[in-house]
């Protein structure tokens, strides 16, 4: 506060000026944010320039494909590659069985998958834990360690070359379960217990109260299901070996072996027929597939 002698002088004591922020701060982040982006520009072209560059070569005709050095536009755009894709193989029976073989495990997984996460959240069994462990042990199993017994044993049953051998093997997801059962552990009991005393029955529970409020958790891992049984090459490979089962993925292969070097731009339409459908899922998706990979992580 002033004196009294300094307010009768009439000079008073002025605050000390606030300090100016430097400018070296801002322009330090500005350069953060402007290499940020560059780089994130950078990934994107990497990670997106194959696809552009196939969609492109597959719009151009034979001559102009193989052309060196190559060329990024095609000088005249040949729309009907797509068409002579479809009368050089059965595309469509691919494409018909890619989808059948994708929604129906897709289905069963997510319905197997929800009961089961319901179960080892929900139900007091003995050797709950236990079960639980020996699934999440398995995950570490690779394929190729079973993939002899579980061929001799389609083959026992009779499902090579079928639909039931594409589906069934496919529907049990051990993924899929601990996924469902991290959501329901934060799930909360209350809204279970207030429909126990109303009388509701345990699948009664699950099915009026629990599977409604878990449907972007089933949104979630039905999209990462599809991507998966669609791109599963190697497992429809070891089942299917006629054309009348084969897969987008499968036929891509058959188409490869049966065209020349010389309609690489066949090739390239081919392949833009097999990614299209993964393409728009995972752009339309993408929010629910970064969910849907955190959901895993969730107590």
């Known amino acids: 506060m002033a004196t009294a002698l300094e307010l009768r002088s009439g000079r008073l004591r002025r605050p000390p000026a606030a300090p100016v922020r430097p400018r070296r701060g801002r322009r330090e982040r500005r350069v953060v944010v402007v290499a940020r982006h560059v780089v994130l520009i950078i990934a994107t072209a990497l990670f997106f320039g194959p696809f552009v560059w196939?969609?492109?070569?597959?719009?151009?005709?034979?001559?102009?494909?193989?052309?060196?050095?190559?060329?990024?536009?095609?000088?005249?755009?040949?729309?009907?590659?797509?068409l002579d894709v479809f009368r050089a193989a059965p595309f469509g029976t691919f494409y018909l069985n890619s989808i059948i073989q994708a929604v129906a495990s897709t289905i069963g997984q997510v319905v197997t998958s929800a009961l089961a996460g319901y179960a080892f959240a929900r139900l007091r069994f003995p050797g709950r834990q236990l079960i639980f462990f020996i699934l999440l042990g398995a995950l570490l199993v690779p394929f190729?360690?079973?993939?002899?017994?579980?061929?001799?044993?389609?083959?026992a049953l009779h499902w090579l070359n079928s639909y039931e051998g594409l589906?069934?093997?496919?529907?049990?997801?051990?993924?899929g379960a601990f996924l469902f059962r991290q959501f329901f552990m934060s799930f909360p009991a209350e809204l279970e217990d207030a429909a126990a005393v109303d009388g509701a029955g345990i699948l009664r529970r699950f099915i009026s109260v629990v599977a409604p409020l878990s449907r972007g958790t089933a949104g979630a891992f039905a999209i990462l299901a599809f991507i998966y049984n669609w791109n599963n090459f190697f497992y429809q490979f070891i089942i299917v070996n006629t054309n009348r089962y084969m897969t987008v993925q499968l036929g891509l292969v058959l188409f490869q072996s049966q065209q020349t070097a010389s309609e690489f731009n066949l090739l390239m339409a081919a392949s833009t027929i097999a990614v299209i459908p993964v393409l728009i899922v995972f752009l339309v998706f993408q929010r629910q597939i970064v969910r849907g990979i955190m959901l895993g992580g969730l107590k």
């Open 54 to 82: 196939m969609i492109l070569t597959s719009l151009k005709s034979s001559s102009s494909a193989l052309v060196y050095p190559p060329t990024l536009l095609p000088h005249h755009w040949h729309f009907g590659n797509y």
């Open 167 to 175: 589906i069934i093997p496919n529907i049990p997801s051990i993924f």
């Open 144 to 155: 190729q360690v079973v993939f002899v017994p579980l061929v001799h044993l389609l083959a």
